[in-house]
């Protein structure tokens, strides 16, 4: 299966890409309402977000390559 790698605007405070801000797929541009999870894999930091799309998506951060993949997208339910 191929990599689905997006651009990610990050917020950058004590460390480099602490939280995504905002995400591009494709020339659409989703703005992050909410984290709702975020924890560390090896290699990777992995981040359960809600866009103000009303999705919930899980993005993964790369921190050998610095590349970031949409891991899965789930539509808002209500």
């Given at each position: 299966m191929d990599k689905t790698l997006i651009k990610v605007?990050?917020?950058s405070?004590?460390?480099a890409d602490e939280r995504p801000l905002s995400f591009h797929i494709g020339k659409?541009?989703?703005k992050v309402e909410e984290?709702?999870?975020h924890w560390y894999g090896e290699g990777a930091d992995y981040f359960k977000?809600?866009?103000d799309d009303r999705?919930?998506?899980i993005?993964?951060?790369d921190r050998d390559t610095d590349e970031?993949?949409?891991v899965m997208m789930e539509a808002d339910r209500e």
């Open positions: 605007d990050t917020y405070g004590y460390r659409k541009v989703l984290v709702l999870d977000l809600k866009a999705c919930n998506y993005l993964r951060h970031w993949e949409l």
